[in-house]
């Protein structure tokens, strides 16, 4: 009992259940989008990237989260770029640039020799979340909220028609952008939380949840939100009670609750995709 309440007024847990929070409440409303469009390799290849981000930070003395977030808004802008230029599928090019740019990265640790944790990298280290850490997931976390509160309008148009929205004077190719761009962003605050390789996992998990429950996009994005916290709720209690890594364990209590909703009878949706 007393080594329990020791650790409910440690710190640590207190910033990791806040970082993890911040992530699953943003998460959950860009994690429709990424259903809806189908853009589940995109978020892969964006989290691939992060590593890359990584290393180029320790070479030039930045803060990691900013490395990370910068990297990802730059190849979020190359992937725009190349969708319009190459001729190969969206899926082939995806796959090329999420595998090269992991590998990049990993090649990149090695050759430079930088003491990093890469398996902490690669599942995450929530519970190693600092102050500094937390003040960057709360700015990156707010501006993707307005970002999302401004432009949900328009997000929606664009998700259901594109061909439509654009008649209609939606900047199609803005909002496209800007789609891009806050995952960029999520992917940077959320490495710390689930890592490079469960970024994705934590973004499509609880939206997918979250469809079968509802019958409007606004409903969906709310529900996800929640479905998110509660699973960073249940893996970091597990990660605290049973000494298990806390991104996986995040990870599998969404993959959980995703089960348990399969038993659910499905709302009559009326979600945009």
């Not at 990993?106 to 930088?114: A, F, G, K, Q, R």
């Not at 929640?226 to 806390?246: H, K, N, Q, Y």
Request: net charge neutral.
């Amino acid at each position: 009992m007393n080594d329990l309440s020791q650790l409910l007024q440690s710190s640590f847990l207190w910033y990791a259940l806040a970082a993890g929070l911040l992530v699953a409440v943003v998460s959950g409303p860009l994690g429709c989008f990424a259903v809806w469009r189908r853009m589940a390799y995109f978020g892969d290849t964006l989290a691939h990237s992060a590593l890359l981000g990584v290393t180029l930070g320790f070479v030039l003395h930045i803060q990691p989260t900013l490395a990370v977030g910068a990297s990802s808004c730059v190849l979020a802008l190359l992937l725009v770029y190349l969708q319009r230029r190459q001729h190969l599928s969206v899926d082939t090019l995806l796959g090329i640039l999420s595998h090269s740019m992991l590998a990049l990265g990993i090649v990149t640790v090695s050759l430079l020799d930088i003491n990093v944790d890469l398996l902490s990298l690669l599942l995450g280290d929530l519970l190693a979340v600092s102050t500094q850490d937390l003040y960057l997931m709360l700015a990156a976390a707010g501006v993707i909220a307005l970002l999302l509160l401004v432009l949900w309008p328009k997000l929606l148009a664009f998700t259901l028609h594109e061909e439509l929205a654009a008649v209609e004077g939606v900047p199609v190719e803005k909002i496209r952008l800007a789609l891009m761009l806050m995952l960029a962003l999520l992917i940077a605050i959320a490495m710390k939380v689930v890592g490079v390789l469960l970024i994705t996992a934590l973004l499509i998990i609880p939206a997918a949840t979250a469809r079968r429950l509802t019958t409007t996009p606004e409903q969906m994005a709310l529900r996800a939100s929640a479905i998110g916290c509660v699973s960073v709720l249940l893996g970091l209690a597990a990660s605290v009670l049973w000494d298990s890594p806390a991104g996986p364990s995040i990870v599998l209590a969404a993959g959980t609750l995703f089960l348990i909703g399969q038993f659910r009878r499905p709302a009559d949706q009326a979600g945009a995709g």
